[in-house]
């Protein structure tokens, strides 16, 4: 949920600070720079709380460590290209598939009742899916908006 209110909080600022300098609502800018808040809050996650991150990574795959940080410069990397116009295509094709990857990690420490915060098996539980699910679709619809449909007309 922080996530979702960082996003929502950072972009209604940008537009707020874009429409005051230019008098007009640039949405692409605001849209953008919203997600790289995020994406940059999220990394930050991924080295702050690396023990836990790891309790969400399936047992089957090898490197937990390694690759929670890995996906945590990858979160900042994305941050980077959204705000750069020559990269932002790129970089939002690529945080779409991103998002879809992630979301098994996402439900199995959903599944294993995961907090990565007190790396323990004491977080929500399955119910939290109920969230967890809808707002990574309105990541993926929000990045798809901003960064790859409207990114076209601008």
Known sequence: MKPLLVLLVASA??????????????????????????????????FIYSQGMMLMVPSFIPGKRMLVYVTGVVEALFAIGLCIPSTRRLSADLLVLFFLLILPANINAAYKSVDYQTATYEGRGV???????PMQVFFIVWTAYFGLIIEQNY
């Open 127 to 133: 119910n939290y899916l109920w969230l967890r699910i």
């Open 13 to 46: 600022i940008v537009l707020t600070i874009t429409h005051a300098i230019s008098g007009g609502w640039d949405y692409v800018i605001a849209g953008n720079l919203g997600m790289a808040a995020m994406l940059v809050f999220t990394s930050l996650g991924h």
